[in-house]
């Protein structure tokens, strides 16, 4: 069956470091992946989408990697913040062309 | 005011109450969304419309019913609701439908229903 992972587990993180969180699916053959951020109480917002023939892509301090031959999506935060605490979700075309959220991550950023 | 709106934030209903979640956008979309988030669960996928047509209706039980007048406004009526339908209710747009991969999605702060 379709599947997709993001670990569940919080991921606790000194500001300044690098944030890396995975996003792996199976069965599926995206043609775009797409993350969002969500803060407490709060909807998600986009931040990034990346397509099936772009191995990498940049914003400010975020950049998302998409690999479909390991079937997975990196996005990383580079000099993170206590701002940049929140849960992050990956999401991605299904088969159906409907849009297939994972369960996210969420970072914890420690001052 | 810009952005996904919803009304209202919180909302807390008995199993027999009749009540309607509201959903306005001022982005200029053609395509509007209804998902529903559970605790430590994805978003699940509830209704797409598309110029104002129902696109898709992703196995919703009936006591869920949607509306949307135009292509501002989206509506959820909510009708003999169980204790299970209590979530976090978000609306979402995007400029059109296509394939929703390549249409980033902007989201309502949603309503947290609780039923009693």
């Known amino acids: 069956s379709q599947k997709i992972e993001q670990n569940s587990e919080a991921l606790n993180i000194q500001e300044g470091k690098t944030a890396t969180l995975t996003c792996n699916y199976t069965?599926?053959?995206?043609?775009?992946l797409q993350w969002y951020r969500q803060d407490p109480g709060r909807g998600p917002v986009f931040l990034l989408l990346?397509?099936?023939?772009?191995k990498e892509k940049r914003k400010e301090r975020l950049k998302v990697t998409f690999d479909t031959t390991l079937k997975q999506s990196l996005f990383h935060i580079t000099a993170s913040q206590p701002a940049d605490s929140a849960t992050y979700l990956c999401?991605?075309?299904?088969?159906?062309?409907?849009?297939?959220f994972g369960q996210g991550t969420t970072l914890q950023v420690k001052p | 005011e810009t952005g996904v709106t919803q009304t209202p934030r919180h909302l807390v209903m008995g199993m027999t109450n009749k009540k309607s979640l509201k959903c306005e956008q001022h982005?200029?979309?053609?395509?509007m969304y209804w998902y529903k988030q559970s605790a430590k669960k994805p978003l699940e996928l509830m209704f797409v419309y598309n110029f104002k047509e129902q696109t898709e209706n992703n196995s919703v039980p009936s006591r869920f019913s949607p509306e949307c007048p135009n292509s501002s406004h989206l509506f959820l009526h909510l009708h003999t609701l169980q204790p299970e339908d209590s979530a976090l209710y978000l609306c979402?747009?995007?400029?059109?439908?296509?394939?929703?991969?390549?249409?980033?999605?902007?989201f309502g702060d949603g309503t947290r229903l609780s039923i009693l």
């Open positions: 069965n599926y053959s995206p043609a775009y």
């Open positions: 979402a747009s995007s400029q059109d439908l296509g394939g929703q991969g390549n249409q980033p999605q902007h």
């Open positions: 990346i397509r099936e023939n772009e």
């Open positions: 999401a991605l075309e299904g088969n159906t062309g409907k849009l297939i």
């Open positions: 982005l200029g979309h053609n395509a």
